[in-house]
């Protein structure tokens, strides 16, 4: 720099390592006079990145859509660095840019599958890098199951029966991958506590005409939950005149004892308090 010799001419790639001092010659273009000083070029590291596992959700609706809590992935992607702030973005171009960082609470755009640029920027620096977060949304298991009713068969009035709740294992599971279970009461298959066993599954005797049992069906490769009910009822019989009789007298020409009867019209002397055309 002070004999003019060997300038540094276009772009100057640093040869130390983060640091390097680089001498710098003013000269007066008029009368020559020249002054030297220096300048340090300074290389901040950029934040270190990792490609994250990827994130698998459960959708609650079936749609592939759901809320997801951005701020839990934080931990997992500064992998033990500080003085990082951590933001998402749906491209590439807008973490680049630092454009429309989604919220905290995001809900995904793409269904079942979306893919974010993460932006790790130094807080003192201004140095950034991006890396990718995949998401999965997984479906829980689909309930679809009928009621379960019975007649009141056993000591008639009482309407007390026993189920066999495990019948409708297989309409529930319907060939899903899926851990079945059933409850008694709704908070309870939330919180998985007190599963009916299995011996008392095959041998539920309701305490109520009607009762709603709890389903809680758990897909096995996600486990994704999922949770239904129907009701177990038992039905009173009809209420009956026991051996009522049907008299008509025998008015044709022969006196045989033969008579021909329109059995309908015993209905209205054999139902007790009901319509008699709600039975066959």
């Given at each position: 720099a002070e004999n003019n010799e060997n300038s540094i001419i276009g772009l100057y790639t640093n040869i130390e390592?983060?640091?390097?001092?680089?001498?710098?010659r003013l000269e007066d273009n008029e009368t020559g006079c020249a002054t030297t000083t220096t300048l340090e070029l300074i290389v901040n590291s950029i934040p270190e990145i990792i490609i994250p596992p990827i994130l698998e959700v459960c959708d609650a609706n079936y749609d592939g859509i759901t809320t997801i809590d951005l701020s839990?992935?934080?931990?997992?992607?500064?992998?033990?660095q500080t003085g990082i702030t951590v933001t998402y973005y749906e491209t590439q171009e807008d973490a680049e840019n630092a454009?429309?960082?989604?919220?905290?609470?995001?809900?995904?755009?793409?269904?079942?599958?979306?893919?974010?640029i993460v932006r790790l920027e130094d807080d003192l620096t201004g140095c950034y890098s991006t890396t990718t977060q995949a998401i999965i949304i997984n479906i829980p298991g689909i309930i679809e199951v009928t009621d379960y009713e019975l007649c009141d068969y056993t000591n008639p009035g009482?309407?007390?029966?026993?189920?066999?709740i495990t019948t409708k294992d297989d309409e529930i599971i319907n060939r899903q991958d899926v851990s079945l279970s059933y409850?008694?009461?709704?908070?309870?298959?939330?919180?998985?506590?007190n599963a009916l066993t299995n011996a008392e599954l095959v041998a539920y005797q309701n305490t109520a005409a009607s009762e709603t049992i709890y389903i809680?069906?758990?897909?096995?490769?996600?486990?994704?939950?999922?949770?239904?009910s129907f009701n177990v009822t038992v039905n009173p019989l009809p209420n009956v005149?026991?051996?009522?009789?049907?008299?008509?007298?025998d008015i044709d020409d022969i006196q045989d004892g033969i008579s021909i009867?329109?059995?309908?019209?015993?209905?209205?002397?054999?139902?007790?308090g009901d319509d008699p055309n709600n039975y066959v």
């Open positions: 390592e983060d640091g390097q001092i680089i001498h710098v839990l992935l934080d931990a997992t992607i500064l992998d033990g454009t429309d960082a989604l919220p905290t609470e995001y809900q995904n755009s793409n269904p079942y599958l979306q893919e974010l009482t309407l007390t029966e026993v189920f066999d409850f008694t009461s709704f908070s309870e298959s939330q919180d998985n506590i809680r069906l758990e897909q096995n490769a996600t486990e994704c939950l999922s949770f239904g005149i026991e051996n009522t009789n049907l008299v008509q007298c009867y329109n059995l309908e019209e015993a209905a209205e002397n054999l139902v007790i």
